[in-house]
């Protein structure tokens, strides 16, 4: 592929089509876009990554492929989006590339497109309630952001002061982690056109990058909730135990800032579970009657909790389950600057033309990298808990 894509842009150059001089590095910003494509699909998931493109080529229809606008518009996301050593954005607007992929993938990153009942997203934890998201500058501690619970607003009499509330931090922090991984498109490579390896290798790190932001995340929730054990919290899961815990759930009073017992309820109330109990759970919240039989006890809860899914679950937390009240703030997730769509590729072209000067010293690989920078705490622990499955 790369000799018969560098041969396609020799002759682009020779007929104007692009810069003089840019066949060869433009070739190399081909071969890393295919990465970056494959990257794409790995931590975003194929449905994703296809309606980007879907949705980049009708941008195009106001924007004129090729025009100073389009490629001003494209230069723009890319700055925005995508930034650091050699991004593959950049590297394609540069040598001004006809690809839809600059627009698609910075797209991407814009609205982070994680379709929730895709069957390739790993994980939908940006769904779940009661997530709170933050950005942070750099990898300094930061405070969790703990609300204290508000008591109900107040009559104010005509005349009278009005009387204030208070809202705290957790004094205990955290940071977000730096977390990377790199590897090489070598020159042997190269020769032997191995661009399906490559692909391979780009896809295999999207999906690294994916359970590592999912693991992070997991580990934070083990890390701050007590695991519930013994008596009506453990075992498995069925719809007199799931009742049981959540009547309990539901149960908890709180001290609000008004110093007065404050009931949450549970008007809103989610479950999550690895993906391998799946049926198990569907059945305890879908099927009709306590049972299963006809004439058995309206099961009461039938359309009451909202289940997830997670396929990495089990990996974490084996058959333990979580359930939590979406109007509570509970989980805080903070993300680099630049990092909150998600974990970034980047690509660093050869530092020589080695279609030109193949006996240069210096290296002739294609190298790739993949990088996040995320952290995560509990800041609630009245809003969640961590029951003991089977």
């Known amino acids: 592929m790369s000799r018969t894509l560098y041969a396609r842009m020799q002759l682009a150059e020779a007929r104007g089509q692009i810069p003089q001089g840019a066949a060869g590095r433009l070739t190399d910003a081909m071969i890393a876009e295919t990465a970056a494509m494959a990257f794409a699909r790995g931590y975003y998931g194929d449905r994703a990554v296809e309606q980007a493109l879907t949705d980049a080529r009708q941008e195009r229809v106001t924007l004129p492929r090729n025009s100073a606008e389009y490629e001003q518009h494209t230069l723009n996301l890319a700055d925005q989006y995508v930034d650091g050593a ?34 390739d997203v790993e994980s939908a934890w940006r769904t779940w309630g009661g997530v709170r998201t933050r950005t942070v500058n750099d990898f300094r501690t930061v405070n969790g952001i703990k609300l204290t619970i508000p008591g109900d607003l107040l ?43 490559l692909t391979a290798m780009a896809n295999e790190m999207g999906g690294a990058a ?23 919290y453990a075992g498995a899961i069925d719809i007199t135990k799931l009742r049981a815990l959540r009547t309990l759930f539901g149960s908890q009073t709180f ?44 099961n009461p809860l039938r359309g009451v909790l909202t289940p997830h899914f997670e396929r990495m679950w089990r990996r974490i937390f084996g058959a333990d389950y979580l359930l939590f009240d979406r109007t509570v703030n509970w989980l805080e997730v903070a993300f680099l600057e630049g990092f909150q769509g998600g974990a970034k590729f980047y690509a660093k072209v050869p530092d020589v033309d080695r279609y030109e000067d193949e006996g240069s010293f210096n290296d002739h690989s294609l190298h ?13 622990d009245t809003g969640a808990w961590l029951a003991k499955g089977s």
């Open 86 to 119: 050699r991004s593959v954005v950049r590297t394609l607007v540069d040598t001004h590339t006809t690809s839809d992929f600059p627009q698609a993938f910075a797209n991407l990153r814009q609205r982070t497109v994680r379709a929730s009942d895709a069957p």
């Open 155 to 197: 009559l104010r009499p005509e005349g009278s002061d009005v009387k204030y509330t208070t809202f705290g931090e957790t004094t205990d922090g955290y940071r977000a982690g730096n977390y990377e991984r790199a590897w090489k498109y070598t020159w042997e490579m190269h020769l032997a056109d191995d661009i399906g390896l």
């Open 210 to 232: 994916k359970r590592t932001e999912i693991r992070v995340i997991f580990e934070a929730i083990k890390a701050g909730l007590t695991l519930k054990t013994g008596g009506t």
């Open 255 to 298: 001290k609000n800032d008004d110093k007065k017992d404050e009931d949450l309820g549970l008007d809103a109330t989610d479950i999550v579970y690895g993906i391998d109990q799946r049926d198990l759970v569907y059945t305890a919240l879908n099927q009709i009657t306590v049972d299963g039989t006809a004439t058995g006890l309206a």
């Open 368 to 380: 790739g990298k993949v990088g996040h920078a995320l952290g995560a705490k509990i800041v609630s």
